[in-house]
């Protein structure tokens, strides 16, 4: 997907290069002979830069500063060659330099916002780009960099109104698209999301992009429409086929769908490629668990307590401990994991229940009780409860 771009000093300097090329030598007076040095110097040094020779391009800037101190055309390649090598700090002295002496510069402007967006100071970029719509408020580029900025910050509102704002002028622009289907689906709104970034899979189904593919799964499964959310990923896999976010997608499908035996086989995927992942090894230890195949769980299990303490994984065990009846083996484990983790309401039940099987009502009822004290509402807990209490549990 091509980026539309914002203004490019080397573009420009193509673009003028009929106007800049010097007359005869021997009609040139000495300002004339500088300007057109420095026309020369700053047309090789943007050329240098595109060609990523970073170096040579910084001594051709350079070079005019040293014919003309604080040149517009210099401040900016050297900041746009800072900008493009990540050195967003030292970028933004160069175009804040250019700025006190050439006020208004859109190509110091420009690079200056996308500086402080690169530092997540999305703020500061908004308030750039907002000075610049107020002379052009049809600009493509900026006004779908500013509804980033403030979907990055959380403002719905004015995020959605600019995104729209780009489809009125460009029906089918793929950033606005894009960007109002991670804006939908960073507030929960999955069936939205799924609405904008289904329309960029039909523009482009014979090419589309990987995560376009992944991104309408993940909405689909979050929907908890499984079967439908495989499709895509598996598309996915057709074009990346070890593209983590598509095997993860498809192990929770299955998961979801209560193919275990099949998520299987895309956890182990992924372990093959990152066998120390904590959370795909605890994801695999649940499916082998569910499927009954307890030694296999507990070898999953282990390996990802041996990387690091993980709830799951322990709580994976004490389920094993519960369903081979080793009740005294799971009330220790719970115990443990209530300690770390004093706000989960489903490791009371799940002691509760122990206690139950080992017929210790009291203190089943009591470590129901010790969750309700805590002032956290839950339904499970309550109903729980009340069928221990009434005898019907």
């Not at 170096?55 to 900041?79: D, R, S």
């Not at 990802?304 to 484990?333: C, H, N, P, R, T």
């Not at 004093?342 to 089943?364: E, V, W």
Request: with cysteine; hydrophobic share 35%.
């Amino acid at each position: 997907m091509k980026d539309s771009g914002l203004f490019s000093m080397s573009d420009k300097l193509e673009q003028e290069e009929e106007f800049i090329t010097p007359p005869p030598s021997d009609e040139m007076s000495p300002q004339d002979k500088k300007a057109a040095e420095i026309a020369e110097l700053s047309k090789k040094g943007y050329h240098l830069l595109k060609e990523n020779k970073i170096h040579e391009a910084n001594a051709a800037f350079n070079e005019i500063l040293n014919l003309e101190e604080n040149n517009n055309y210099a401040l900016v390649g050297l900041g746009d060659s800072e900008r493009k090598q990540g050195h967003f700090k030292e970028a933004i002295e160069f175009y804040s330099r250019c700025l006190d002496y050439h006020f208004g510069n859109n190509y110091a402007l420009f690079g200056l916002a996308d500086c402080y967006k690169a530092l997540n100071q999305y703020h500061k970029a908004i308030d750039i780009w907002e000075k610049y719509l107020i002379h052009d408020d049809r600009n493509i580029t900026v006004l779908t960099r500013v509804a980033d900025a403030y979907r990055k910050i959380k403002d719905f509102g004015k995020s959605k109104q600019l995104y729209l704002r780009v489809l009125d002028m460009e029906e089918n622009n793929a950033y606005a698209l894009i960007g109002l289907g991670h804006l939908h689906y960073d507030f929960k709104e999955y069936r939205d999301a799924l609405y904008y970034w289904t329309r960029m899979f039909e523009l482009n189904e014979n090419n589309v992009d990987i995560r376009v593919l992944t991104s309408i799964g993940n909405c689909y499964r979050k929907l908890k429409t499984y079967d439908k959310g495989v499709y895509y990923f598996e598309r996915a896999l057709e074009t990346e086929p070890d593209n983590f976010y598509a095997l993860f997608g498809l192990a929770d499908c299955y998961r979801g769908m209560n193919q275990q035996f099949r998520s299987i086989e895309y956890w182990n995927r992924i372990l093959e490629r990152d066998p120390n992942n904590k959370v795909i090894l605890t994801r695999a230890g649940d499916a082998y668990r569910n499927i009954g195949d307890y030694e296999t769980a507990v070898e999953y299990y282990n390996k990802a307590l041996d990387i690091e303490f993980d709830i799951y994984a322990v709580l994976g065990l004490a389920l094993i401990s519960i369903g081979q009846g080793k009740y005294d083996e799971a009330i220790a484990s719970l115990t443990r994991l209530i300690q770390s983790d004093p706000k989960n309401y489903r490791f009371y039940i799940d002691l509760a229940d122990c206690y139950m099987k080992i017929n210790k009502k009291t203190a089943a009822i009591e470590t129901l009780e010790n969750f309700q004290k805590l002032g956290i509402r839950s339904q499970a807990i309550n109903e729980m409860l009340e069928k221990i209490q009434t005898n019907s549990y």
